[in-house]
C-alpha cells in the first residue's frame, strides 16, 4: 500500500493541524473585521514579480523618517494582485523584510509633486509565498 508524504491516519493529529489553520484565518478574519489589514496593491509585480513594502520615507524637508511596514499598526498585510491576494502576519512580513534587507533587496522610488521619495524592499512575490508556503 502507498503512502501518501504528509499524511497523518490518527484523527487527532489531524484536528490539532487544522485547528492551526482555523487559528490564522481567523486572525486574518478578525484584523479585516476590525480594520487591522494593510491591502498594497502594487501594480508592477506582474513585469518586476516583486512588490514594494516601504518603510522609510523622505520628508519635504528632506529628512528620512519611518513609515510604511516600520510603522503600521496593522497585525495582518495583504498583497492584492489581479488573479488572488496574499495575506501574511505583519510579524513575518517583518521577518522576511529583515532578511532581504540583509541580503541587500532594498529598493528606492523616488519622489514627485504627488508623494515623496521612499525606501522600501523589492520583495520578490515568490520569496513571499515560499516563505508562507502558499500560492
Not at 515623496?116 to 502558499?134: F, Q, S, W
Request: proline content about 3%.
Amino acid at each position: 500500500m502507498e503512502t501518501v508524504t504528509g499524511y497523518e491516519p490518527r484523527f487527532d493529529f489531524d484536528v490539532r493541524r487544522g485547528q492551526v489553520g482555523e487559528q490564522y484565518v481567523g486572525t486574518i478574519l478578525e484584523a479585516l473585521t476590525n480594520g487591522s489589514v494593510e491591502v498594497k496593491t502594487d501594480y508592477g509585480v506582474n513585469k518586476t514579480g516583486n512588490v514594494y513594502v516601504e518603510y522609510e520615507q523622505e520628508g519635504r524637508d528632506g529628512v528620512w523618517r519611518p513609515s510604511g511596514l516600520a510603522t503600521t499598526e496593522a497585525e495582518v498585510w495583504a498583497f492584492a494582485f489581479s488573479n488572488g491576494a496574499v495575506f501574511v502576519r505583519t510579524d513575518e512580513l517583518k521577518r522576511i523584510c529583515r532578511t532581504l534587507h540583509k541580503q541587500g533587496a532594498i529598493g528606492f522610488r523616488p519622489g514627485n509633486d504627488d508623494s515623496n521619495a521612499t525606501r522600501g524592499i523589492k520583495l520578490p512575490v515568490k520569496v513571499l509565498t515560499d516563505e508562507l508556503r502558499c500560492f
